[in-house]
């Protein structure tokens, strides 16, 4: 599991710790550009992506994710302030995508 937000680490770091202690293996990335390269080395089967990283199109990342062949072994699940984008992950190849802010155990 990867969590990335290069905005507010202490969030990132959070959700991480989170996810830790229900027993996940998480790698904290701080920037989506890391991610492709991530994947292609690791191989997980979930990335938690923040999509308010500021200087870098997500959706980029997420289609390059997809022209190197990594998205069928990953599936990739948003998560963003903004209702347009949640209802658009579909469109980006995402495997799903949550709206902030959001109850830790939703």
Same mark, same amino acid.
């Given at each position: 599991v990867w969590v990335t937000s290069a905005t507010q680490p202490d969030i990132r770091t959070t959700r991480a710790e =989170? =996810? @830790?202690d229900e %027993?996940? !293996? !998480?790698?904290e990335l701080e920037t989506a550009l890391t991610l492709v390269h991530a994947i292609e080395q690791l191989h997980p089967r979930l990335v938690l992506l923040d999509l308010t990283i500021p200087g870098v199109s !997500? @959706?980029?990342v997420v289609m390059e994710i997809h022209s190197? %062949? =990594?998205s069928t072994h990953v599936s990739i699940v948003a998560l963003s302030g903004r209702e347009d984008t949640v209802k658009r992950a579909d469109h980006w190849g995402l495997s799903g995508a949550v709206k902030k802010p959001f109850e830790i155990r939703q």
């Amino acid at each position: 599991v990867w969590v990335t937000s290069a905005t507010q680490p202490d969030i990132r770091t959070t959700r991480a710790e =989170l =996810l @830790r202690d229900e %027993g996940y !293996v !998480v790698e904290e990335l701080e920037t989506a550009l890391t991610l492709v390269h991530a994947i292609e080395q690791l191989h997980p089967r979930l990335v938690l992506l923040d999509l308010t990283i500021p200087g870098v199109s !997500v @959706r980029d990342v997420v289609m390059e994710i997809h022209s190197r %062949g =990594l998205s069928t072994h990953v599936s990739i699940v948003a998560l963003s302030g903004r209702e347009d984008t949640v209802k658009r992950a579909d469109h980006w190849g995402l495997s799903g995508a949550v709206k902030k802010p959001f109850e830790i155990r939703q």
